[in-house]
């Protein structure tokens, strides 16, 4: 108690003194005292340009007080003494994620990205990047670069295929939607999963090239796939209602009444 007293009378005569700073800081921290702490360290930053104590007291503000829009301030003002900061800009960019401001996370994520060089820490950086640009700030553009960035490190990811699949479906990018979604049939193991994609894979034969054969021999390895998959099923028969054949409806209905005999 006496070292105590004795350190914040020290800090009061002499502001810039770091022992005494060092250990009140130690204290309050030990005790579990944050909003003192968090003073402390405020004051602190007053008297030097470290951007370590913006940090720490970034941390404080927001694992311990709460205060989110304060630990984003503090950690702006720790990077612009110290802008590689990669630990300082991964926190910020989390903050901004998390709180859904989005044209702050993309830059504060951009920014990661030129600091980075995990493999598996840039796979996810580019891939909220992606989900941003396609969900939230709608760039078709950079959502497809961001996911086409994922595959480039890790071309299985089934995530970022399907991702860019969506992307290239809706856009009516035909030639890139049917190259991304075989790629996801021939990835996936699990069977439902499988079939909603070959069922994909024949609407872009019917529907992008206008390529009937092609399109009845995808549904056919739908079923192939699951047999009793309803959703083949009844797929394979809108497409023929859709080309008018009354009667291969009805043989490809009877033949699968049979399957379920």
Not at 88 to 94: E, G, I, K
Not at 103 to 121: F, K, N, P, W
Not at 129 to 137: H, P
Not at 169 to 195: G, Q, S
Request: cysteine-free; aromatic content about 8%.
């Amino acid at each position: 108690a006496r070292a105590f007293a004795a350190d914040t009378a020290g800090l009061e005569s002499d502001p810039s003194s770091g022992e005494a700073f060092d250990r009140l800081r130690a204290i309050r921290q030990g005790r579990g005292e944050w909003p003192e702490l968090a003073a402390l360290l405020e004051r602190r930053t007053k008297l030097e340009q470290d951007p370590e104590l913006h940090f720490a007291l970034a941390e404080v503000l927001r694992d311990h007080l709460g205060d989110r829009g304060q630990a984003k301030a503090q950690l702006r003002a720790g990077l612009h003494h110290a802008p590689q900061h990669a630990r300082a800009v991964a926190a910020l960019a989390v903050l901004h994620y998390e709180d859904a401001e989005w044209v702050e996370a993309a830059d504060a994520l951009i920014r990661r990205l030129r600091l980075e060089r995990d493999r598996e820490v840039l796979k996810d950086i580019l891939f909220k990047l992606g989900l941003i640009y396609a969900e939230q700030l709608p760039d078709t553009k950079r959502a497809v670069a961001a996911f086409a960035r994922v595959l480039q490190i890790d071309p299985d990811d089934r995530e970022a295929l399907a991702r860019l699949a969506d992307i290239h479906f809706e856009e009516w990018n035909w030639k890139e939607a049917y190259a991304v979604t075989a790629r996801l049939a021939e990835l996936e193991p699990v069977t439902e999963k499988k079939v909603g994609h070959l069922l994909r894979l024949a609407r872009i034969q019917e529907e992008g090239f206008k390529d009937q054969h092609r399109a009845t021999a995808a549904y056919r390895r739908a079923l192939d796939v699951a047999p009793h998959s309803l959703a083949a099923i009844g797929e394979f028969a809108r497409f023929y209602e859709r080309q008018s054949d009354t009667r291969s409806v009805h043989v490809h209905l009877d033949t699968s009444i049979t399957r379920f005999r």
